[in-house]
């Protein structure tokens, strides 16, 4: 019995153990399983990680690399506005006297004080000095001349150098002496100036230099007709006539600038104007003076003064029929009827009217008995 229950034993603990080992051969697959399962988790939570990462890091550069883009473009646009400063700055200093806005003495405009004139005059003034000045600095350094301390008269207690050997001390010393432009030599300076302007259209600056001739010579005609002719062209009637009439007024003959003030007073339909800037000068022997004066002393119905005026131009040129109308129309107008029929007669004979006109003066020869 002994013998069974030990083999009984044997075969139990057998079984035992091949059941422990199916359960082992069960379990193995499932922790195997299990591991992995937890591996690739884990694998997928690193990879987000890293994506993670490496992203933040692309935005982080991204971002880096738009500020310094930024400030790149700040710090150019300060660099071209300084250099823009910089050029006008230098710009500004280069003006050269015939860029200088120079208004008319006050004699000449009456816009202008004659505090501002004299500050203006004494700038001119200081504009040709410091040109001296400027020739003279260079005149020493081409020739390089030594010159001795008592020659020059210095305003910064610099010191200046003594000569360098005495060899220098034998050679000729240059002596540079100003010269000032008087205000003749001046203005004709400027006049040239302003006749070349003009040949190259610069009107605005050759306006800005007759404003300066006058400035320093109010009474210089030439300077004061061409800058009324320039306002004339630019339509400032108002502004060339108050000129003329300045001028005029400096010197009363002035038949030309009489002439052109009497020309846009009657372009302007101010005839009676024109009349009364004419009149003073009506025994000019000028071929223009006389025919707008007979012309606006018709219109005005003073007769008396159209008469004299056609009879000037007759004197001065008898083969004109239509002076010897004027004159006739005026002698018919204050009534001398006789003196009329003749000077009619004499237009007529001249055959050199036009066709109305012809006509005209043969029906007045008509109705006055001829």
Same mark, same amino acid.
């Given at each position: 019995?002994?013998?069974?229950?030990?083999?009984?034993?044997?075969?139990?603990?057998?079984?035992?153990?091949?059941?422990?080992?199916?359960?082992?051969?069960?379990?193995?697959?499932?922790?195997?399983?299990?591991?992995?399962?937890?591996?690739?988790?884990?694998?997928?939570?690193?990879?987000?990680?890293?994506?993670?990462?490496?992203?933040?890091?692309?935005?982080? =550069?991204?971002?880096?690399?738009?500020?310094?883009?930024?400030?790149?473009?700040?710090?150019?646009?300060?660099?071209?506005?300084?250099?823009?400063?910089?050029?006008?700055?230098?710009?500004?200093?280069?003006?050269?006297?015939?860029?200088?806005?120079?208004?008319?003495?006050?004699?000449?405009?009456?816009?202008?004080?004659?505090?501002?004139?004299?500050?203006?005059?004494?700038?001119?003034?200081?504009?040709? =000095?410091?040109?001296?000045?400027?020739?003279?600095?260079?005149?020493?350094?081409?020739?390089?001349?030594?010159?001795?301390?008592?020659?020059?008269?210095?305003?910064?207690?610099?010191?200046?150098?003594?000569?360098?050997?005495?060899?220098?001390?034998?050679?000729?010393?240059?002596?540079?002496?100003?010269?000032?432009?008087?205000?003749?030599?001046?203005?004709?300076?400027?006049?040239?100036?302003?006749?070349?302007?003009? =040949?190259?259209?610069?009107?605005?600056?050759?306006?800005?230099?007759?404003?300066?001739?006058?400035?320093?010579?109010?009474?210089? =005609?030439?300077?004061?007709?061409?800058?009324?002719?320039?306002?004339?062209?630019?339509?400032?009637?108002?502004?060339?006539?108050?000129?003329?009439?300045?001028?005029?007024?400096?010197?009363?003959?002035?038949?030309?600038?009489?002439?052109?003030?009497?020309?846009?007073?009657?372009?302007?339909?101010?005839?009676?104007?024109?009349?009364?800037?004419?009149?003073?000068?009506?025994?000019?022997?000028?071929?223009?003076?006389?025919?707008?004066?007979?012309?606006?002393?018709?219109?005005?119905?003073?007769?008396?003064?159209?008469?004299?005026?056609?009879?000037?131009?007759?004197?001065?040129?008898?083969?004109?029929?239509?002076?010897?109308?004027?004159?006739?129309?005026?002698?018919?107008?204050?009534?001398?009827?006789?003196?009329?029929?003749?000077?009619?007669?004499?237009?007529?004979?001249?055959?050199?009217?036009?066709?109305?006109?012809?006509?005209?003066?043969?029906?007045?020869?008509?109705?006055?008995?001829?």
């Amino acid at each position: 019995m002994s013998v069974i229950n030990q083999m009984l034993k044997d075969l139990d603990k057998r079984q035992s153990e091949q059941q422990n080992a199916a359960n082992l051969a069960v379990s193995g697959p499932t922790k195997n399983s299990n591991t992995k399962l937890i591996i690739v988790i884990v694998t997928a939570i690193i990879m987000l990680n890293v994506a993670g990462i490496f992203g933040w890091q692309l935005y982080s =550069e991204n971002q880096q690399l738009r500020m310094q883009v930024q400030q790149e473009t700040m710090r150019l646009a300060r660099e071209q506005n300084l250099a823009e400063s910089k050029k006008n700055k230098i710009s500004a200093t280069k003006l050269t006297e015939a860029q200088m806005p120079i208004a008319i003495v006050a004699s000449s405009l009456p816009s202008r004080s004659a505090k501002d004139n004299s500050a203006l005059a004494s700038n001119l003034q200081q504009q040709n =000095e410091n040109k001296a000045d400027s020739i003279a600095g260079k005149m020493i350094e081409n020739n390089a001349v030594a010159v001795k301390p008592s020659q020059l008269q210095v305003e910064d207690n610099s010191i200046i150098p003594e000569p360098v050997n005495e060899a220098l001390k034998a050679k000729s010393s240059l002596t540079i002496s100003r010269t000032q432009l008087s205000p003749q030599a001046l203005a004709a300076n400027k006049i040239s100036e302003a006749e070349h302007a003009m =040949e190259r259209n610069n009107l605005a600056k050759a306006e800005a230099l007759f404003e300066e001739v006058l400035l320093v010579m109010p009474e210089h =005609e030439t300077a004061r007709k061409q800058l009324a002719a320039l306002w004339y062209g630019k339509k400032s009637y108002r502004d060339a006539i108050n000129l003329l009439s300045q001028g005029i007024a400096l010197a009363p003959p002035a038949q030309e600038m009489r002439l052109m003030s009497a020309r846009i007073y009657y372009e302007q339909g101010q005839t009676r104007q024109a009349y009364k800037i004419l009149r003073p000068i009506k025994a000019s022997n000028s071929a223009e003076i006389q025919t707008l004066l007979a012309n606006t002393s018709a219109e005005l119905n003073e007769h008396n003064s159209a008469v004299t005026a056609y009879r000037k131009l007759i004197t001065l040129d008898p083969d004109v029929g239509r002076w010897w109308l004027g004159v006739a129309v005026s002698l018919d107008a204050l009534g001398n009827f006789l003196p009329a029929r003749d000077a009619y007669k004499q237009a007529i004979a001249r055959n050199n009217l036009s066709s109305s006109a012809m006509q005209f003066a043969r029906e007045r020869l008509i109705e006055l008995g001829e």
